[in-house]
């Protein structure tokens, strides 16, 4: 089982940057998919990116696209997400996640961190 904890949170104006970081533990990132999720105040937790283990091919969701980059450090054992020119509707938990199975890692993975607030003001 791999342990993730995120950070790199926080309140951001309208147009800003956040850069989200995972460190992983108990297992190599190399090895395994990675992805973003988040939650805003009731809503769903939804699926924003991921990257596969191997090739290092990436996904995301429509909303995010030319804005999120999602990327590992393999040497840190850490995956980001940049995010750029933020809007207020990115307010919610992000929560990093990882699966050793691709068709999972974009809608039920089993390993979950505990997430971080992003808050974008107008």
């Known amino acids: 089982q791999v342990q993730l904890v995120e950070s790199g949170g926080g309140l951001v104006q309208a147009g800003g940057s956040l850069r989200l970081s995972c460190a992983a533990s108990?297992?190599?990132?190399?090895?395994?998919?990675m992805a973003w999720f988040r939650q805003a105040p009731g809503k769903e937790r939804e699926f924003v990116a991921a990257?596969?283990?191997?090739?290092?091919?990436?996904s995301y969701t429509d909303s995010v696209k030319g804005r999120f980059t999602i990327s590992r450090d393999n040497a840190k054992n850490t995956v980001y997400l940049q995010m750029n020119n933020l809007r207020p509707e990115d307010t919610a938990v992000y929560y990093c996640?990882?699966?050793?199975?691709?068709?999972?890692?974009?809608?039920?993975?089993?390993?979950w961190g505990q997430g971080t607030q992003v808050t974008v003001s107008s």
């Open positions: 990257i596969i283990w191997s090739g290092g091919g990436t």
């Open positions: 108990g297992r190599t990132i190399s090895s395994i998919n």
């Open positions: 996640a990882a699966d050793r199975y691709t068709r999972v890692v974009f809608s039920t993975p089993g390993s």
